[in-house]
């Protein structure tokens, strides 16, 4: 895969772990502290940061924040031990891409940061619906955007806009395919196409447009 990724995390062994998982991969660059976090941010922009929750004087979602502001393209995966169900929302609620255990198999990374770099969360499944809820009720809120989803959607064909739904029940791209019988390269062309009209770059944010599409 043709990424830059940048490693985060204060352990040696965890670093080496991760890049051991990514190996013939993507390149991968290492770091054991904020200031250097920092100045690689800057310097090589990453694609993708793996970032370990217990990195010291981050601050947590606070500081993750205004990582985010020293390059808004890198997309953050949060790595951590155990973390509660509100403090994983908040960080999804900042901008981060996905959220899982410091120890996970490092084989399995190479699958988040592809999900990633398509446009897709990495987010429990028991998690998804209150961030739906919560990021719904905001949008329903503000009736000049809900005129706008709605006008923006009606771009959509109608293959679209069947798989548009599908990714508002929660639908894997798997599921997706054999419920439409297509195959998953097609439902990933679709949504390739339907993020570019749309103007969004995740499941997510289609996910809560969807909220506003008319029948079809």
Same mark, same amino acid.
């Given at each position: 895969?043709?990424?830059?990724?940048?490693?985060?995390?204060?352990?040696?062994?965890?670093?080496?772990?991760?890049? &051991?998982?990514?190996?013939?991969?993507?390149?991968? $660059?290492?770091?054991?502290?904020?200031?250097?976090?920092?100045?690689?941010?800057?310097?090589?922009?990453?694609?993708?940061?793996?970032? &370990?929750?217990?990195?010291?004087?981050?601050?947590?979602?606070?500081?993750?924040?205004?990582?985010?502001?020293?390059?808004?393209?890198? /997309?953050?995966?949060?790595?951590?031990?155990?973390?509660? *169900?509100?403090?994983?929302?908040?960080?999804?609620?900042?901008?981060? /891409?996905?959220?899982?255990?410091?120890?996970?198999?490092?084989?399995?990374?190479?699958?988040?940061?592809?999900?990633?770099?398509?446009?897709?969360?990495?987010?429990?499944? $028991?998690? $998804?619906?209150?961030?739906?809820?919560?990021?719904?009720?905001?949008?329903?809120?503000?009736? *000049?955007?809900?005129?706008?989803?709605?006008?923006?959607?009606? *771009?959509? $064909?109608?293959?679209?806009?069947?798989?548009?739904?599908?990714?508002?029940?929660?639908?894997?791209?798997?599921?997706?395919?054999?419920?439409?019988?297509?195959?998953?390269?097609?439902?990933?062309?679709?949504?390739?196409?339907?993020?570019?009209?749309?103007?969004?770059?995740?499941?997510?944010?289609?996910?809560?447009?969807?909220? *506003?599409?008319?029948?079809?």
């Amino acid at each position: 895969m043709n990424a830059v990724i940048l490693l985060a995390s204060p352990s040696p062994d965890r670093l080496c772990s991760w890049k &051991q998982g990514l190996e013939g991969f993507a390149a991968a $660059t290492a770091v054991s502290d904020l200031d250097a976090l920092k100045e690689y941010l800057v310097r090589i922009k990453p694609d993708v940061l793996l970032l &370990q929750l217990e990195l010291p004087d981050l601050e947590g979602t606070k500081g993750i924040a205004r990582l985010m502001k020293l390059n808004p393209a890198t /997309r953050i995966i949060v790595l951590s031990g155990e973390i509660s *169900d509100d403090r994983e929302l908040a960080l999804f609620r900042i901008g981060v /891409r996905g959220c899982c255990r410091s120890d996970i198999d490092p084989q399995l990374l190479k699958s988040i940061i592809v999900a990633i770099k398509q446009g897709e969360l990495w987010i429990r499944r $028991t998690l $998804t619906p209150r961030l739906l809820d919560e990021l719904g009720a905001r949008m329903r809120d503000d009736s *000049d955007t809900r005129r706008a989803n709605v006008a923006r959607l009606a *771009d959509l $064909t109608r293959r679209e806009r069947e798989i548009a739904e599908l990714i508002g029940n929660g639908e894997c791209n798997k599921q997706i395919a054999r419920q439409l019988t297509i195959t998953e390269r097609t439902v990933k062309a679709h949504l390739t196409e339907i993020f570019r009209k749309l103007g969004i770059a995740d499941r997510l944010k289609l996910a809560l447009l969807v909220i *506003d599409l008319p029948d079809v």
